[in-house]
């Protein structure tokens, strides 16, 4: 696919943007405040289902977060610490589509 990055940069922006629709809204419901603690302990307790997706999604980033390591250093990428904090600090959803991007355009 000649084109396939611009889909891994849709899908970051779409990623972040619904990323922070959550957060913001999780916000509201807290006063304006960033609760971790309830953050966290919503995707643990809730119920099996929500437990079946968090594992699923810790699983993935992890994999992912460890192939953008690797992979970022093979090809000797740019700022590769970026989409690492960008992992912690925005999400996951965000930072690995714009990491393939990337490397998409970097391996062209």
Do not use: C
């Not at 957060?23 to 971790?36: T, Y």
């Not at 966290?40 to 307790?45: F, G, M």
């Not at 437990?51 to 690797?70: E, N, Q, R």
Request: net charge positive.
């Amino acid at each position: 696919m000649k084109n396939a990055h611009y889909l891994y940069l849709v899908l970051s922006i779409v990623g972040g943007s619904i990323t922070a629709y959550y957060v913001f809204i999780g916000m509201q419901a807290n006063h304006g405040q960033f609760d971790v603690m309830n953050f966290i302990q919503s995707t643990w307790t809730s119920n099996p289902y929500a437990k079946s997706l968090t594992f699923d999604f810790w699983t993935g980033a992890i994999a992912g977060t460890l192939f953008m390591l690797v992979e970022g250093i093979r090809i000797k990428m740019k700022y590769l610490y970026l989409y690492l904090a960008a992992t912690v600090l925005i999400g996951f959803a965000f930072a690995f589509p714009l990491f393939l991007f990337v490397r998409h355009r970097q391996l062209a």
